[in-house]
């Protein structure tokens, strides 16, 4: 079954098959499905990466999905549907290790935010849930953070940090009570 579109023949697009076994492990895990292995975190979604094959699926259309996934699983979890649910609220130190364990997919068609741009924003949060800087970031800043966008160089792709940062907004928002 083709869930997405495919790329001309002669190109390479994602592997089919890892797409698919992937998209059902998520609607196992949404309940739209049967489930298929353990559930499957928006970490997880984050991070998956596919070989690719001539006549692939169409990456952006794949990408946009998962971007979908990774905000339903999120949701679900939050709800007390998905495999985090029973956890208490995680520290400032576990929020500041899950940034740094952040990896953001590359921007298509070579354009993305600048990665050091982000990387130093990022660790500015960090330090700022560790109380280790006299300047610290507010959930308005992260709200307002802004950076250049490269085209044809390595960069972030705009639509995962700007998800990222919405989070961390909230994150900031409830452990400085701001």
Do not use: C, W
Request: aromatic share 6%; glycine share 10%.
């Amino acid at each position: 079954m083709n869930r997405f579109p495919r790329v001309l023949a002669v190109r390479a697009g994602y592997d089919p098959d890892q797409v698919d076994a992937l998209v059902r492990r998520i609607e196992g895990a949404l309940g739209r499905g049967a489930p298929d292995g353990e559930p499957i975190t928006a970490d997880e979604i984050r991070a998956a990466r596919f070989r690719t094959k001539l006549g692939g699926y169409h990456e952006v259309a794949v990408d946009f999905a998962l971007q979908a996934f990774i905000v339903a699983v999120e949701n679900r979890s939050a709800e007390g549907g998905g495999p985090v649910a029973s956890r208490a609220e995680p520290s400032a130190e576990e929020h500041a290790a899950r940034i740094e364990r952040a990896a953001f997919r590359a921007g298509r068609l070579g354009m993305g935010y600048d990665e050091d741009q982000v990387d130093t924003f990022l660790d500015r949060v960090v330090a700022t849930l560790r109380g280790t800087t006299d300047r610290p970031v507010t959930p308005g800043d992260v709200r307002s953070a802004r950076f250049a966008t490269v085209i044809l160089k390595p960069g972030y792709a705009v639509r995962e940090v700007d998800t990222f940062l919405a989070d961390l907004a909230g994150v900031l928002e409830t452990r400085l009570g701001r």
